[in-house]
């Protein structure tokens, strides 16, 4: 019997509408919750992404405040752009999306978001925060993989749980939200990477597995015991002529016959994808709501 699908879509969804009537409240108290975005360049995935996250933001009532510089701006305008965004008191998440341009230090730009507008979670100080299970802006995908499996109704509450990669923006993040004493975590992780032995023999021992390793097939059927639970991060460009934009996207699981195993799966697009940019949203109206508490 096929996997039950597990649509990122209609979960955003119903994540933005709650968040709609948030919005709402903090309107009626004189309060507009406001995300600045920066661009760098004219990358064609980031500009994309910047377009849908300011489309979201319309949608459900959040200023945006769009800031697209030339690839040639130098390292001290955007620092000066970020310290003005600091301070600017309708601004509530600052995203400078990344990658940035050849030149210029993302470390140094990271650094220098006020922890308490970094609503991608980034900052070493909101890290540290979430390690230690303190109030934290929680990376957007983690939290968007977490809200997936609770809303699907997927114990995580002792469960044992297989990230496959170990990046900063995902897997690292994940396992330890994973493992935190606390009513969405509490599950035993393994993290598995490009240097393990046997990848297979870890994740046909998980109860969940968690694809995160930016390849195409990195899991396959013969990987998943059967009744798992899978979520796929990745995003994969694969060619297809058959396709008008020449190419395809896939994630990181082999679909089609791991969905034959799998008790619940996430497809590529529409499954982790739409949780990012909602769980962005979240972020920016928990913002505004500890911004103007009392």
Known sequence: ???????????????RGELT?????????????GLAVVLVGD???????????????????????????PAATSQAELMALVRQLNGDPRIHGILVQLPLPKGLDESAVLLAIDPDKDIDGFHPINVGRMVIGEKAFLPCTPHGVIQLLVRSGIRIDGAHVVVV?????VGKPLANLLLQKSPHGNATVTICHTRTKDIGHHT???????????RPNTVTADMIREGAVVIDVGVNRIEDASKKQGFR???DVDFEAVRLKASFITPVPGGVGPMTITMLLYNTVASARRHHAG
């Open 165 to 169: 990669g170990r990046s900063n923006i």
């Open 21 to 33: 009537g948030e919005i709402a409240q903090l309107k009626a108290r004189g309060v507009i919750p």
């Open 249 to 251: 996207l896939v994630g």
């Open 43 to 69: 990358d064609p995935a980031s500009r994309s992404y910047v377009t849908a996250k300011e489309k979201a933001c319309h949608e459900i009532g959040i200023y945006s405040a769009d800031h697209r510089l």
């Open 204 to 214: 046909r021992q998980a109860d969940i597995v968690v694809a995160a390793a930016g």
């Open 1 to 15: 019997m096929a996997a039950s699908i597990i649509d990122g879509k209609t979960i955003a969804q119903q994540i």
